[in-house]
């Protein structure tokens, strides 16, 4: 199993609420196993973002226990073998493409001529080889974005998590990017990825989580997405429908 959560529940504080405690998610329980590509769709404002977080060991749960590969997150022999691309990716502005992923490469492990070879062939495969010499301040969104993809999977990461990896695309982009997602799942890679775009969960998911107000209200299998299209799924779940 890749990712284990048992219970999990999650307080925030805010500002707005005068400081009282607020539950951002609630008793959430969820395995997804090796070689998975599981999707999370829900609302802005259902959990996905604190999710991720807390399965990256960024933040860390009030109740419940998270394992990621059989472990606690954070651990640092876990960390190297699991990628993440952020929503909005920043990365050093005085760097070109081919740097910043020569750098990223060497934090997970590679070394060489490895290196050299992973970061020329991900470049071609996100369309960004033009363009591995210009500094990343005149990169556009949609350019940031690929690059994003490109250092998520350098290196064959084992657990690859995504937070709306197709926003900022236009249409060749995202199929690029979905192609690139799909082949590094046959490759062996586990994905656990959100999106609001849901054609694309669709296309690449083998397993989707509705997310609503902190609470994982349904896991729809491979078998009931074939029957049903998602949206429809997605807007009976959470009671739209």
């Given at each position: 199993?890749?990712?284990?959560?048992?219970?999990?529940?999650?307080?925030?504080k805010?500002?707005?609420?005068?400081?009282?405690?607020?539950?951002?998610?609630?008793?959430?329980?969820?395995?997804?196993?090796?070689?998975?590509?599981?999707?999370?769709?829900?609302?802005?404002?259902?959990?996905?973002?604190?999710?991720?977080?807390?399965?990256?060991?960024?933040?860390?749960?009030?109740?419940?226990?998270?394992?990621?590969?059989?472990?606690?997150?954070?651990?640092?022999?876990?960390?190297?073998?699991?990628s993440?691309?952020?929503?909005n990716?920043?990365?050093?502005?005085?760097?070109?493409?081919?740097?910043?992923?020569?750098?990223?490469?060497?934090?997970?492990?590679?070394?060489?001529k490895?290196?050299?070879d992973?970061?020329?062939?991900?470049l071609e495969?996100?369309?960004?080889?033009e363009?591995?010499?210009?500094?990343?301040r005149?990169?556009?969104?949609?350019?940031?974005?690929?690059?994003?993809?490109a250092?998520?999977f350098?290196?064959?990461?084992?657990?690859?998590?995504?937070?709306?990896?197709?926003?900022?695309?236009?249409?060749?982009?995202?199929?690029?990017?979905?192609?690139?997602?799909?082949?590094?799942?046959?490759?062996?890679?586990?994905?656990?990825?959100?999106?609001?775009?849901?054609?694309?969960?669709e296309?690449?998911?083998t397993?989707?989580?509705?997310?609503?107000?902190?609470?994982l209200?349904?896991?729809?299998?491979?078998?009931?997405?074939?029957?049903?299209?998602?949206?429809?799924?997605?807007?009976?779940?959470?009671?739209?429908?």
């Open positions: 199993m890749h990712i284990e959560l048992l219970s999990l529940t999650k307080y925030y805010t500002k707005e609420l005068g400081f009282k405690k607020f539950r951002a998610l609630n008793n959430i329980s969820l395995s997804v196993e090796k070689g998975e590509s599981f999707g999370l769709i829900g609302l802005n404002g259902a959990g996905k973002s604190t999710l991720i977080k807390l399965i990256l060991g960024v933040i860390f749960p009030d109740e419940g226990e998270i394992k990621v590969m059989g472990k606690m997150p954070g651990d640092i022999h876990i960390k190297r073998r699991i993440y691309l952020p929503e990716p920043v990365f050093y502005e005085s760097l070109n493409g081919e740097e910043i992923l020569c750098f990223i490469g060497k934090l997970r492990g590679l070394s060489g490895v290196i050299k992973s970061v020329y062939n991900i495969r996100v369309d960004l080889y363009h591995r010499k210009k500094l990343l005149k990169y556009s969104r949609g350019m940031l974005q690929r690059l994003g993809l250092q998520a350098i290196g064959n990461p084992e657990l690859v998590i995504l937070d709306e990896p197709l926003s900022g695309l236009d249409p060749l982009g995202r199929k690029m990017a979905r192609d690139l997602i799909i082949e590094a799942n046959r490759e062996g890679s586990t994905i656990f990825f959100t999106s609001h775009i849901l054609e694309d969960i296309k690449i998911c397993r989707v989580g509705i997310l609503h107000k902190g609470e209200l349904r896991v729809a299998e491979k078998e009931e997405l074939r029957r049903a299209p998602l949206e429809d799924i997605f807007l009976e779940t959470i009671g739209e429908k």
